[in-house]
């Protein structure tokens, strides 16, 4: 048996022997035990073929601990891979992740831990330590040179001014300057302001606002003048950004009671001249003084400079006030629009050029600051004009603010294009036009303008009529067409009415009721269906933050808006770098003293709003508003009696009666109970509750007070007349 076996294994060394040099590697003696070789791979890894010559000389083994490796048969011409046996341990490529272990080895193309050749060496990943199986040194930067230091430093100190500007201020200034708002915060729309040193005090803006819906008969509100009688001395002028009612409407009843020097731009002294021959005031037009925009003005102890900004009406403006105690920048209303229909655009030069010098203080629109992102240049609505007259087959009404001069211009030359006759309907929308015809803002030629007599003698499709009331008041124009009032215009349903504006807070309610009357006349309304048919005048978030980055001031006052958008606007500054203890949140009547080392609120002065009657241009008294506002929710009750002298006691019956307290079928029976509270006063009085018809009057008002507020929980006005007879 061992002669059969020998040649067995003779034969296969021999085979062995003859393998391809690719499919075997030299085994190396270990070096620690040369007797034995080394420990083969991983026993269940299929031993790695070379696919490339091996450049140096590998001697053949037959045999590795004890395991005979056995050529690959050919059949038919294609190799067969040799049967693996089960107790035979092969080697296996090891996986990338593991790392190879470290061993010295004679032969560079042998792996460190196994027989095989490495032919992947040029894939290999570099060692992260800068050799193979070395660690290189720690990296230990040099030490930086002084020139460096100091570029370094010099580098910081730039930026550091660059973003803080307003540190070249004076700190040791000692001077001290109040801004205190009257109108126009916590609402939107009466806006005036008042600044002052010790020596003067100037205006800013003169704004009226509109009433809400309780305050009945009431056209319009007006700042309370209190505090300005109170400082009447230090006041050298009234200063006006631009001509909007909301900053100018409430000039002529302020002059009726004080004068001052006023200084505007032309349009702008313009409309309040139009106001002023309304009112009668023409002798104070002597007191205007027209300004040139980045031209200084010394007003008082300050210098002002009026900055060419964009906004819904021509000439608005920004103002730049060095004072004192350093420069303050008052953004009044705008926004940024980059394609204006004058084709004049903000003067953003003016802000980045104070803002590099040093602004103490800024003052901010913050109407839109809810609005993110960038407010719609208002040539959009031109496009959308473009649409609506195309569509519209018959007569095209167009409703906006009379004051709005880019938006009725673009209206009126979509029209005339489309070969329409303007008619312009509303005295405040007629002056404005006319206004600024004469001023050269508007050029069209006055053949394309008809009076409002001459619309009938046109075919409905070659009338454009432009028109007050897109705020739904009473009287403008627009509501009288809706309520078939007005006497040259009749609605037909073929015309079309666009109201290329939105609604004021606090006017919703007559908006929609105006809506409402001209959709039951049957007309085509145009109004918020359409994308771009109205835009905002105001800068939404990223023109606020493009403001305070340019001006980068050390205080910020947030203005113009109700408490939640100078909240929100306080929010936009912190992000965009002003310090939170640099802010203060107003409200009228809050005055705030300003140094280059604080600001702080110091007292409250008196504010409010007068009532006036546009029908008169009278004033209306608070108590005549409240009365009504009575007589809308609790009604009123009358009382009319006849009471003799001697007896002191009634004359036939009292003459009762009552509105909006009780319905009519009920009138009798509450008549005949306030007789019986009548009748039992009068004969438990004592003497001292019946000595005058004054005295009867007030006791009989407190007792059927009584009675009603028991019995109806309301509160009526109650009227006593009594004769004594």
Same mark, same amino acid.
């Given at each position: ?11 296969? =060394? ?7 040099? =690719? ?64 107790? !035979? ?6 996986? =990338? ?116 819906? $309780? ?49 505007? $731009? ?41 900055? !060419? ?34 084709? =004049? ?24 600051? !809810? ?85 009938? *003698? ?113 929010? $936009? ?79 036939? *019956? ?72």
């Amino acid at each position: 048996m061992e002669e059969n076996r020998q040649p067995e294994k003779n034969q296969n =060394q021999e085979n062995v022997t003859k393998n391809d040099s =690719q499919n075997s590697t030299e085994v190396k003696p270990r070096r620690d035990r040369p007797d034995r070789p080394r420990r083969a791979g991983n026993p269940h890894r299929r031993p790695k073929t070379s696919t490339q010559p091996l450049n140096n000389v590998v001697k053949e083994k037959t045999e590795v601990n004890g395991n005979v490796h056995a050529p690959a048969k050919e059949v038919d011409g294609n190799k067969e891979k040799p049967k693996r046996n089960p107790n !035979h341990k092969t080697q296996h490529k090891r996986p =990338q992740h593991k790392k190879p272990e470290h061993r010295k080895t004679e032969n560079k193309n042998t792996k460190p831990n196994g027989n095989r050749p490495n032919h992947n060496n040029k894939n290999k990943k570099p060692n992260r330590n800068g050799g193979a199986g070395k660690r290189s040194k720690k990296f230990i930067p040099g030490p930086m040179s002084e020139a460096m230091k100091a570029s370094i430093l010099e580098n910081n100190e730039v930026n550091e001014l660059r973003m803080n500007p307003w540190k070249q201020i004076n700190m040791d200034n000692k001077n001290k300057v109040r801004f205190t708002p009257l109108g126009g915060l916590g609402e939107i729309g009466g806006n005036m302001a008042v600044m002052e040193d010790d020596e003067c005090a100037f205006v800013i803006d003169v704004g009226m606002s509109f009433p809400d819906e $309780t305050m009945h008969g009431v056209d319009i509100l007006v700042p309370d003048f209190s505090y300005l009688h109170a400082i009447k001395d230090k006041i050298v002028a009234v200063v006006i950004t631009h001509a909007h009612e909301d900053h100018i409407g409430a000039v002529p009843y302020l002059y009726k009671e004080l004068q001052f020097p006023l200084w505007g $731009t032309p349009l702008a002294l313009a409309m309040i001249e139009n106001k002023f021959q309304e009112h009668g005031l023409m002798e104070h037009v002597k007191l205007f003084n027209f300004v040139t925009k980045r031209k200084q003005y010394q007003i008082g102890s300050f210098k002002i400079e009026w900055m !060419h900004n964009t906004h819904s009406i021509i000439d608005a403006c920004s103002l730049a006030i060095e004072s004192k105690v350093g420069t303050f920048i008052h953004t009044a209303d705008f926004k940024i629009d980059h394609t204006p229909i004058d084709n =004049q655009t903000m003067d953003l030069q003016r802000f980045a050029y104070y803002g590099s010098k040093g602004v103490l203080c800024l003052f901010s629109d913050s109407t839109n600051s !809810h609005n993110p992102g960038y407010t719609k240049s208002e040539a959009v609505v031109g496009k959308t004009f473009d649409r609506l007259f195309a569509l519209a087959t018959g007569r095209v009404i167009m409703s906006t603010f009379s004051s709005n001069t880019h938006r009725v211009f673009q209206a009126m030359e979509r029209g005339i294009a489309a070969g329409r006759k303007v008619c312009v309907i509303g005295r405040s929308m007629e002056r404005n036009i006319e206004t600024t015809r004469r001023l050269g803002y508007v050029d069209l030629d006055d053949r394309h303008f008809i009076e409002p007599h001459e619309v009938p *003698k046109y075919a409905e499709n070659q009338v454009l009529i432009v028109t007050t009331g897109s705020q739904g008041e009473a009287m403008a124009a627009l509501s009288r067409m809706a309520a078939n009032e007005h006497r040259h215009v009749k609605l037909k349903p073929n015309d079309t009415i666009i109201i290329s504006a939105h609604a004021i807070p606090g006017n919703e309610g007559s908006v929609s009721s105006l809506m409402n009357k001209l959709v039951k006349a049957g007309v085509t309304v145009r109004y918020k269906d359409f994308e771009n048919i109205h835009v905002s005048g105001h800068a939404s978030q990223g023109e606020q933050q493009l403001i305070l980055r340019l001006v980068q001031p050390k205080f910020f006052l947030p203005v113009h808006g109700e408490y939640n958008h100078i909240f929100k606007h306080s929010k $936009t500054a912190i992000e965009c770098g002003v310090d939170p203890r640099n802010i203060l949140l107003m409200s009228d009547g809050d005055q705030i003293e300003i140094t280059t080392k604080y600001l702080k609120k110091v007292k409250t002065v008196k504010t409010g709003k007068s009532y006036i009657d546009n029908q008169n241009n009278k004033e209306i008294k608070s108590d005549v508003v409240e009365e009504r506002q009575k007589l809308s929710q609790d009604g009123i009750v009358n009382i009319a009696m006849q009471i003799n002298k001697e007896s002191k006691k009634l004359i036939g *019956k009292a003459v009762i009666s009552s509105s909006g307290l009780v319905p009519e079928k009920e009138s009798k029976r509450f008549a005949h109970e306030i007789e019986n509270i009548i009748d039992t006063f009068l004969i438990n009085a004592e003497e001292k509750q019946l000595t005058s018809t004054t005295t009867i009057q007030n006791e009989l008002t407190g007792v059927v007070r009584k009675f009603v507020v028991r019995t109806k929980r309301r509160y009526p006005i109650i009227s006593v007349v009594v004769f004594m007879v």
